[in-house]
């Protein structure tokens, strides 16, 4: 059985937000770095910006919704929630309630409203596996519009939304699709391994193990630990072809390394950006000037004291650089850069 229900407390005017950002959109002045539809973001927590001082519009994307107070009872159940809502905050909520789907995407810092935008995925899910539709504005035709799971063209940490109609929409609310008691995801190897030996785990279970695991990691935002204010991941796992691969093997096998790799699509192999990090001479923990790499993880760049985006921009590029002549592979960064 199939019911839909709505979840986001009561705050906002989505009618005066989309008439503050289609005014500002269109009388936007020549030259300015970003408006509206290019950078709205949820909470800016996947966001660096610029020191220097930039015209801007940061919306903060709410809806008013309800919740349905019998929706545990339930098989099936399309959850609407608003844009400006805190996903964890929401992923909780569901978890509360048995409905499997999103366990695995626990402790991640933001909106629902930006899920779609980078396909957001952790620990073997994806919000692309539940989401049914995404209502957005549309800046060009000025008109409020549902777009389906086609239609947002999902791949890996990426949509329409961040594609080749970047700046085109603003996201304003967003259906998932639970399944009651459904089973939990385990098909990541950390949980595979934290949950070894033990009785099946319950969705809060699951939950809680991705929040420890987020945590040892320095992935979950945790007062009096400076290495959790990052901006997470900050290079994307590269995809590779299969010559890609052969190629990238043929170098590790020459300093005897092995590549740790993952299936992914379309034949292709998905590769641990953390590893070609780590062996292109990064370890954990690995301080340039004021930026450095967390001693908890490879990939999250942090503050070591007083360093400026240009800092961490600056480590960013020698990391790339150097993976690119070792490797042959040129990591794309996850975080939206705004004003460089």
Same mark, same amino acid.
Not at 123 to 137: K, M, P
């Given at each position: 059985?199939?019911?839909?229900?709505?979840?986001?407390?009561?705050?906002?005017? !989505?009618?005066?937000h989309r008439a503050c950002a289609a005014n +500002?959109?269109?009388?936007?002045?020549?030259?300015?770095?970003? @408006?509206?539809?290019?950078?709205?973001?949820?909470?800016?927590? $996947?966001?660096?910006?610029?020191?220097?001082?930039?015209?801007?519009?940061?919306?903060?994307? !709410?809806?008013?919704?309800?919740?349905?107070?019998?929706?545990?009872?339930?098989?099936?159940?399309? *959850?609407?929630?608003?844009?400006?809502?805190?996903?964890?905050? @929401?992923?909780a909520f569901c978890v509360s309630r048995n409905?499997?789907?999103?366990?695995?995407?626990?402790? %991640?810092?933001?909106?629902?409203?930006?899920?779609?935008?980078?396909?957001v995925g952790a620990y073997g899910q994806e919000?692309?596996?539940?989401? %049914?539709?995404?209502?957005?504005?549309?800046?060009?035709?000025?008109?409020?519009?549902?777009?389906?799971?086609?239609?947002?063209?999902?791949? +890996?940490?990426?949509?329409? *939304?961040?594609?080749?109609?970047?700046?085109?929409? %603003?996201?304003? $609310?967003?259906?998932?699709?639970?399944?009651?008691?459904?089973?939990? #995801?385990?098909? =990541?190897?950390?949980?595979?391994? =934290?949950?070894?030996?033990?009785?099946?785990?319950?969705?809060?279970?699951?939950?809680?193990?991705?929040?420890?695991?987020?945590?040892?990691?320095?992935?979950?935002?945790?007062?009096?630990?400076?290495?959790?204010?990052?901006?997470?991941? @900050?290079?994307?796992?590269?995809?590779?072809?299969?010559?890609?691969?052969?190629?990238?093997?043929?170098?590790?096998?020459?300093?005897?390394?092995?590549?740790?790799? =993952?299936?992914?699509?379309?034949?292709? &192999? &998905?590769? #641990?950006?953390?590893?070609?990090?780590?062996? !292109?001479?990064?370890?954990?923990? +690995?301080?340039?000037?004021?930026?450095?790499?967390?001693? &908890?993880?490879?990939?999250?760049?942090?503050?070591?004291?007083?360093?400026?985006?240009?800092?961490?921009?600056?480590? &960013?590029?020698?990391?790339?650089?150097?993976?690119?002549?070792?490797?042959? %592979?040129?990591?794309?960064?996850?975080?939206?850069?705004?004003?460089?």
């Amino acid at each position: 059985m199939l019911r839909e229900i709505s979840w986001e407390p009561p705050n906002g005017n !989505s009618g005066e937000h989309r008439a503050c950002a289609a005014n +500002y959109s269109a009388h936007r002045r020549p030259g300015s770095i970003f @408006f509206a539809g290019q950078h709205c973001r949820g909470r800016a927590s $996947r966001c660096r910006a610029s020191a220097i001082p930039m015209p801007a519009l940061w919306l903060l994307r !709410s809806l008013p919704e309800h919740t349905d107070p019998n929706a545990h009872q339930r098989e099936t159940v399309h *959850f609407i929630a608003g844009a400006g809502e805190d996903w964890d905050a @929401f992923v909780a909520f569901c978890v509360s309630r048995n409905f499997a789907g999103i366990e695995c995407l626990s402790g %991640i810092p933001g909106s629902v409203g930006a899920t779609p935008v980078q396909n957001v995925g952790a620990y073997g899910q994806e919000v692309s596996q539940t989401i %049914i539709s995404a209502l957005v504005f549309d800046l060009v035709s000025k008109e409020v519009r549902e777009m389906d799971g086609a239609e947002c063209e999902f791949g +890996y940490r990426s949509s329409v *939304f961040n594609t080749r109609e970047r700046g085109r929409y %603003i996201i304003l $609310r967003v259906t998932y699709g639970l399944h009651h008691d459904g089973d939990p #995801s385990l098909r =990541y190897a950390d949980l595979q391994n =934290y949950f070894a030996g033990k009785k099946t785990p319950a969705l809060s279970d699951v939950r809680d193990a991705v929040l420890t695991i987020r945590a040892s990691k320095g992935m979950l935002i945790t007062p009096g630990d400076p290495e959790s204010q990052s901006a997470g991941s @900050f290079f994307k796992n590269p995809v590779l072809t299969t010559v890609q691969f052969d190629e990238l093997a043929r170098r590790a096998r020459e300093r005897n390394l092995q590549v740790p790799s =993952y299936p992914a699509l379309m034949q292709q &192999k &998905k590769i #641990s950006a953390a590893w070609l990090v780590e062996n !292109s001479g990064f370890a954990k923990g +690995y301080v340039k000037g004021r930026a450095g790499i967390s001693s &908890k993880h490879a990939l999250a760049l942090v503050n070591c004291g007083g360093a400026s985006a240009s800092d961490i921009l600056a480590l &960013k590029d020698e990391i790339q650089q150097r993976v690119e002549q070792l490797w042959g %592979i040129k990591l794309e960064p996850e975080p939206v850069l705004v004003g460089f």
